[in-house]
C-alpha cells in the first residue's frame, strides 16, 4: 500500500517526529511504500492567496500545490501527524489543506448542488498529541469536537474514508515509559490497519 504521511512539528527532536519515525518502520517492516512530506523541513507556505484562487481558476495550479497533490494522488492511505495547538491544527498543516485540497482537486459542487467528493477510495489516518489529561478531552466533549471538524470536516467531506485517529494526552508531563507506551500504540495501529 502507498502511504502519504503529512507531519507538521518544528522541532525535529519532537514526539510528534518519534511518532512518525515509529510509523514508518512498522510501515516499511510490512512492506509499506512511504513518503513523508515534512512541512517545517520543506518550508511550505501555508498562505491560500488571492493569486492562488485565481490560478487555480485558470487551470494553472501553483507549482507547489500540484507537487503535493501529486503525492496525495499516488497515495491509497493518508496520515497526519501533528500536535493540537489551541484546540486544533496547527497553522502551517491547516494551510496545508486549504491550499492543497483545493476546490476542483479534493471536492467540487456537481451540477446537483451536492458535493462531489474527488478523493474517495483513499484511506485516512490523525494522530495528535496534546498537553490537555486525556480525561479532561474526554469529559469536555473535546475529541468529539476534534473528530467531526477533522475527520469528518475535512476527510469525508473529500471522501476520504477515516480508519482512526490517535490522540495522546499530557504528552509533556508524563514519563518516558508512558511515552513509548505511546510510540508501541502507533506501532501497533500501523500494523493493524494497514495488513
Ligand atoms: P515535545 O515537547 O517535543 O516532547 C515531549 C517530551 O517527549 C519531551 O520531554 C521530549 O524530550 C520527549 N521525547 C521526545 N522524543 C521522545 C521519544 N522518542 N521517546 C520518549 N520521549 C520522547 N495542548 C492542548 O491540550 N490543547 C491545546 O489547545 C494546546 N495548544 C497549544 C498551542 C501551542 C501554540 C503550543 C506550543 C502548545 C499547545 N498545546 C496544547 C500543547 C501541545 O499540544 C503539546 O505540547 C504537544 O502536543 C506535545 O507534543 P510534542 O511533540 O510537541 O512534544
Redesign the pocket.
Known sequence: MKHLIVYC?P?P???????VDAFIGSLKAKGHEVVVRDLYAMEFDPVLKGDDFEALREGNTPSDIKTEQEHVKWADAFTMVY??????L?ALIKGYVDRVFSYGFAYAYGEDGNIRKLLAGKKGLII?????PAEI?SKTGMYEGLTITSDTGIYEFCGIEPVGHLFF?S??QID?AA??EM?KEVKDKAVSLFE
Open positions: 512539528h522541532n527532536d519532537s514526539f510528534n517526529n518519534a511518532i500536535p493540537i495547538w489551541w484546540t486544533g496547527p495528535n498529541t496534546h498537553g490537555t478531552y494526552g504528552v509533556p518516558d511515552r513509548q510510540l
